[in-house]
Nanobody
Framework: QVQLVESGGGLVQAGGSLRLSCAAS????????MNWYRQVPGKQRELVAA???????NYADSLKGRFTISRDNAKNTVYLQMNSLKPEDTAVYYC???????????????WGQGTQVTVSS
């Protein structure tokens, strides 16, 4: 099996920073895209940022300039550096990845359990 475990969430004041991490473990041959999503109660889960294995990145337009996604392929880990946080960034943040468990098999999509980020005003 494959597990994605997020860490780094918590409570921070507006204007502060947090760095989220997501480590993938288990039966892994390779990982393609790694992504961060977020969700607030009653709303749809939304894409925050995405990064390919080669390091190409994509961000939600509203977050460009404040959030930075990066990854360490050797550690099967993706990061999300969040700066200048606002109360509206409060959400559960989820890690997501396309994982190939064995050579010549299809990539499968996996989710982490989520980590709460709360930004106080």
């Amino acid at each position: 099996q494959v597990q994605l475990v997020e860490s780094g969430g918590g409570l921070v004041q507006a204007g502060g920073s947090l760095r989220l991490s997501c480590a993938a473990s288990g039966s892994i041959f390779s990982i393609n895209a790694m992504n961060w999503y977020r969700q607030v109660p009653g709303k749809q889960r939304e894409l925050v940022a995405a990064i390919t294995r080669g390091g190409s990145t994509n961000y939600a337009d509203s977050l460009k300039g404040r959030f930075t996604i990066s990854r360490d392929n050797a550690k099967n880990t993706v990061y999300l550096q969040m700066n200048s946080l606002k109360p509206e960034d409060t959400a559960v943040y989820y890690c997501n990845a396309d994982v190939r468990r064995r050579i010549a098999t299809p990539y499968q999509n996996y989710w982490g359990q989520g980590t709460q980020v709360t930004v106080s005003s």
